[in-house]
Nanobody, 126 residues
Framework: QVQLVESGGGLVQAGDSLRLSCAASGRTDRNYVMGWFRQAPGKEREFVGCLFWFGSITAYADSVKGRFTISRDNAKNTVYLQMNSLKSEDTAVYYC???????????????????WGQGTQVTVSS
């Protein structure tokens, strides 16, 4: 198993930047897909982006493409979500998730992820 802990959330103004971190511990030697999801009040959890641990391939939701970037630090077993040009509609609880990669996995589907962090609140004021 792998344990995930997010950090870095906070209150920022529209147009600002923020970087979230997701520290992984436990079985980190597997080919995980590391996903970022978010959930705003009254809305369903939605895919933000993901990174394939082996190979560093990334994918993003259209709503954040060009503004958000996912990266990793192997030495720290940490994945980052760099968020630039934040908008009020980015306000949500952001979750880090991990899944053992398998053929047919739907990386944008929260149900396909096995492990979740506790979430961190991001609030963007307009």
């Amino acid at each position: 198993q792998v344990q995930l802990v997010e950090s870095g959330g906070g209150l920022v103004q529209a147009g600002d930047s923020l970087r979230l971190s997701c520290a992984a511990s436990g079985r980190t030697d597997r080919n995980y897909v590391m996903g970022w999801f978010r959930q705003a009040p009254g809305k369903e959890r939605e895919f933000v982006g993901c990174l394939f641990w082996f190979g560093s391939i990334t994918a993003y939701a259209d709503s954040v493409k060009g503004r958000f970037t996912i990266s990793r630090d192997n030495a720290k077993n940490t994945v980052y979500l760099q968020m630039n040009s934040l908008k009020s509609e980015d306000t949500a609880v952001y979750y880090c998730a991990a899944a053992d990669w398998r053929v047919g996995m739907r990386v944008s589907t929260s149900g396909d992820y096995n492990y979740w962090g506790q979430g961190t609140q991001v609030t963007v004021s307009s």
